[in-house]
């Protein structure tokens, strides 16, 4: 389907391109996700190897996506540069990661960047490291809502147009709120880490940021592809990711691994110094290759299983079976 005019929105309808599913599910466990078995015909969603394949033919197949990551890269290094920022370079290799993986880094480059004046007390001295962290977040938001819609795009068309740009501003309504989430579950899991220790760190630190991914992961997706609110669209990634033996939860967690070892492990560019190597290019462009493939993936994901999520019951429905 390339033909401009079946590309355009139908008005007043749930998505773009489908309706939306009337069927409703029963009520499951918190962690059915994790824990149900996986038989055959029991989930919707396929296996975790096939759906990454696909999204990873879904990012190869959008060049303008591919061409564009060393250049934002570029833009915003330089950006940081001239504001003061001095390393360590493979902080940048978040840029196109999700939130709250995002946000973890994030933290670093605002305090390394947005300084206050010598000898700042109180708000002025807190006020720019704060200020930096928003801005940072709304970047990547953005970022986040311009690959969640061309990947949207690319699965239900078979191309890309600049329909995707334009839906990427309504998209960015979510894709901020999902940063402002991530920020919070990071705030909370480094308060479990200050009281747990090296065990707080694993539980608190690392499983904020796979309940973050896990549970909101599929949010721009469907903001990309469906007419909804926000609290809508949010709860809807949040019932997705719970679909009983669909493997989120472990996708999730192998994520945010392999994110944080590129964060943390001694790759070219981890030591501070405003002169990256053409090494230290090179491994953060492929670290930025691997965080676009993992959200075309679950876009893929979501879009496969998009009919079979439940629908929330309507405000009188929930508020009589009380």
């Known amino acids: 389907m390339t033909d401009k005019k079946k590309r355009k929105r139908p008005s007043g309808s749930t998505s773009t391109y489908r309706a939306p599913a009337p069927a409703q599910a029963p009520?499951?466990?918190?962690?059915?996700?994790?824990?149900?078995?996986?038989t055959p015909g029991a989930s919707p969603m396929p296996?975790?190897?096939?759906?990454?394949?696909?999204?990873?033919?879904?990012?190869?197949?959008?060049?303008?996506?591919?061409?564009?990551?060393?250049?934002?890269?570029?833009?915003?290094?330089?950006?940081l540069v001239l504001l003061g920022f001095q390393g360590p370079f493979t902080a940048l290799g978040v840029t196109f990661a999700i939130p709250p993986v995002t946000t973890f880094a994030d933290a670093q480059v605002a305090g390394r960047t947005f300084r206050?004046?010598?000898?700042?007390t109180g708000l002025s001295a807190t006020l720019p490291g704060f200020a930096g962290l928003a801005g940072l977040v709304l970047v990547h938001a953005a970022i986040d809502a311009v690959v969640a819609t061309l990947a949207v795009e690319q699965l239900r068309t078979?191309?890309?147009?600049?329909?995707?740009?334009?839906?990427?501003?309504r998209v960015l309504r979510v894709t901020a709120v999902v940063g402002?989430?991530?920020?919070?579950?990071?705030?909370?899991?480094?308060?479990?880490?200050?009281?747990?220790?090296t065990l707080g760190v694993i539980f608190g630190l690392v499983g904020s940021m796979v309940v973050g991914i896990y549970l909101f992961g599929f949010a721009p997706a469907i903001a990309a592809d469906e007419d909804r609110r926000v609290s809508d669209t949010l709860l809807r990634s949040v019932r997705a990711a719970r679909m009983p033996g669909s493997a989120n939860l472990w996708l999730a967690i192998g994520y945010v691994?392999?994110?944080?070892?590129?964060?943390?492990?001694?790759?070219?560019?981890?030591?501070?110094?405003i002169t990256p190597s053409a090494g230290a290019w090179a491994v953060c462009i492929i670290v930025s290759v691997f965080h676009v493939l993992m959200q075309t993936t679950l876009a893929y994901r979501y879009l496969l299983v998009a009919p079979e999520v439940p629908e929330q019951p309507p405000a009188k429905d929930r508020a009589s079976a009380r």
């Open 116 to 120: 206050a004046a010598v000898g700042a």
């Open 180 to 197: 402002l989430l991530g920020l919070g579950l990071l705030v909370a899991g480094n308060l479990v880490a200050a009281f747990f220790g």
């Open 47 to 79: 296996k975790l190897r096939s759906t990454i394949a696909k999204g990873t033919i879904t990012a190869l197949s959008i060049p303008w996506l591919l061409i564009s990551i060393p250049v934002v890269l570029l833009i915003v290094w330089s950006i």
């Open 27 to 38: 009520r499951r466990g918190l962690l059915d996700g994790l824990f149900a078995p996986r």
């Open 158 to 169: 078979g191309g890309t147009s600049g329909w995707a740009i334009r839906r990427a501003l």
């Open 257 to 273: 691994l392999l994110a944080l070892i590129t964060v943390i492990a001694p790759l070219p560019g981890s030591q501070i110094g």
